[in-house]
């Protein structure tokens, strides 16, 4: 039987309860587990990361991976926390705390397009783990000298968080999802046929957005722009909190 989620995380902590000593040497580790866990999910994506399939890729039988991760929702939490445990987090390149939170912003984005499937991994356990709360600290620090209280500051790095997940879910959209573009280029002369005089401004702010960026949707645009506004209204709370901009 695994050990708890917690201590599962904590596994290279000197503190974690060790594995069992009698008995013969598993063929695998819960590292070496989740490591494969997520080459697959790099590879295929999240939902074709099945016990069945990793134990299979580990040469073990599938009930033998779940004394190593307790359970495919116990594996996507370690996946997680894995992941973030080894992505980078250099020092901040400015003393200005847009330019840090910028940094944060383009760090978790750069994170997520290293491993599209994060997105849907949503388990609000992942807050347990090592490399979970080491990222979570490091980002605290980019909203040093805001003047933010600690339940705001909170507030305001899930708020930039929140828009990088939701950025980095329109850069990856789902494999099987319709091309829009291309339905866009086949059926746009349809479809203003269709519409004919309705709705002038949507018409003209979509055709204006269409034009600018050659497609219905542009995430890099959307990218730039969104993060811009949430940069702008946090802006508005720092200098409520300390009379600057």
């Known amino acids: 039987m ?16 060790a594995g069992g000593t009698r008995g013969p040497r598993p063929k695998v580790s819960t590292s070496q587990a989740v490591d494969e866990a997520i080459r697959l999910a790099d590879a295929d994506g999240l939902a074709a990361v099945t016990l069945r399939r990793l134990g299979a890729r580990l040469g073990v039988a599938p009930n033998a991976v779940y004394t190593h ?12 926390d894995t992941a973030r445990t080894r992505h980078p987090r250099p020092p ?8 840090r939170v910028r940094q944060v912003a383009d760090a978790e984005l750069a994170l997520y397009d290293a491993h599209p499937w994060l997105v849907d991994v949503t388990d609000q356990r992942t ?3 090592p490399g979970t709360i080491a990222a979570y600290d490091h980002q605290l620090h980019a ?3 805001t003047g933010l209280s600690d339940v705001d ?5 899930t708020f930039v968080t929140d828009f990088v997940r939701a950025a980095a879910r329109a850069r990856h959209p789902d494999p099987q999802a319709v091309d829009m573009a291309a339905s866009w280029a086949a059926w746009g002369g349809r479809l203003a046929g269709y519409v004919g005089e ?3 401004l949507a018409r003209r702010v979509g055709a204006a957005a269409g034009a600018a960026m050659d497609a219905p949707y ?3 645009h959307a990218w730039r722009f969104g993060l811009d506004r949430v940069l702008d209204a946090l802006a508005a709370l720092v200098e409520r909190s300390t009379g600057l901009p």
């Open 92 to 99: 901040y390149a400015t003393d200005g705390w847009r330019g």
């Open 69 to 80: 991760v307790g359970s495919r929702d116990d594996l996507l939490v370690l996946m997680a």
């Open 218 to 220: 542009d995430a890099e």
């Open 198 to 200: 309705r709705y002038p």
């Open 153 to 157: 500051r909170d507030a305001a790095l």
């Open 127 to 129: 807050a347990f783990g």
């Open 2 to 17: 695994a050990h708890p989620l917690v201590d599962l995380l904590w596994r290279e902590h000197p503190g974690a309860p």
């Open 143 to 145: 909203l040093d000298g």
